[in-house]
């Protein structure tokens, strides 16, 4: 088994029913871009019911029929807070933590040592959240993730991982490892995943992978290291 080899993105996809949210982090081949994506699924009306909708360089996620939201607490949120040389993306309302942090001159990590995985017990969803920081004509990027440590939902664990980025290679951290009862948790570090070429290609490799039932939005972003001109692509099934 090679530990380093970086796996094709509709390969841990497809056939999972159910990997929950996902944030991918990346290089594209040519050294020349910064990729993200972040995905949200749903098995309940209530999660089920959102699209995402750009605003400005953020991105925020609304109910795409108000009359049907039943708990806003945990599915409406900013998953996208873009500072200009850093870009927060998470799966929850800690991106307005992490951005309110950094602002104030503090770091990633000490925002999330605020927050906890979700209250949804008995699946205690864990909080995932990414961060890329750009340079000159390159970046780094960091992951982490929020989960119980126990199926109690006794207490916290808390993992980051930080990475420099390199040609064709990124970090793929989703909320569960497929479907269950309860949902089991992803475990152990990041996937190392190959990132294509070009804004289209990340974007069908996620979107034509994920379940179908279970889809709900994608955005994806390339950003040009040199020009820094952004290329972007946002599906939601809902208005598909």
């Known amino acids: 088994m090679d530990i380093y080899a970086a796996h094709s993105i509709p ?134 993730i929020l989960k119980s440590l126990d199926a109690e939902g006794s207490d916290c664990v808390r993992e980051t991982f930080t990475y420099p980025a390199k040609p064709g290679l990124g970090h793929f951290l989703h909320t569960y490892v497929t479907d269950g009862n309860p949902i089991p948790t992803f475990q152990g570090e990041p996937e190392r995943v190959e990132i294509p070429a070009c804004v289209n290609c990340l974007t069908e490799q996620i979107w034509e992978n994920l379940d179908e039932n279970n889809k709900i939005s994608l955005y994806v972003r390339t950003t040009d290291l040199e020009t820094g001109e952004i290329a972007e692509r946002l599906i939601n099934k809902h208005e598909a």
């Not at 925020?60 to 708990?71: C, E, I, M, N, Y």
């Open 11 to 144: 390969s841990l996809l497809s056939g999972n029913p159910y990997p929950g949210r996902g944030i991918i982090i990346g290089m594209t081949p040519d050294g020349k871009k910064a990729a993200f994506a972040y995905f949200i699924m749903g098995r309940s009306e209530n999660s089920r019911n959102r699209v995402f909708i750009p605003e400005g360089r953020d991105l925020r996620t609304a109910p795409f029929d108000a009359s049907k939201v039943k708990d806003p607490s945990l599915i409406i949120y900013y998953p996208v807070r873009d500072l200009g040389k850093i870009v927060a993306v998470t799966n929850g309302d800690q991106t307005d933590t992490i951005r309110d942090y950094i602002l104030n001159g503090s770091t990633f990590e000490a925002a999330l040592d605020t927050r906890c995985f979700e209250p949804d017990g008995p699946n205690w969803t864990p909080r995932i959240s990414g961060l890329l920081c750009y340079g000159e004509k390159s970046f780094r990027y960091k992951l982490s």
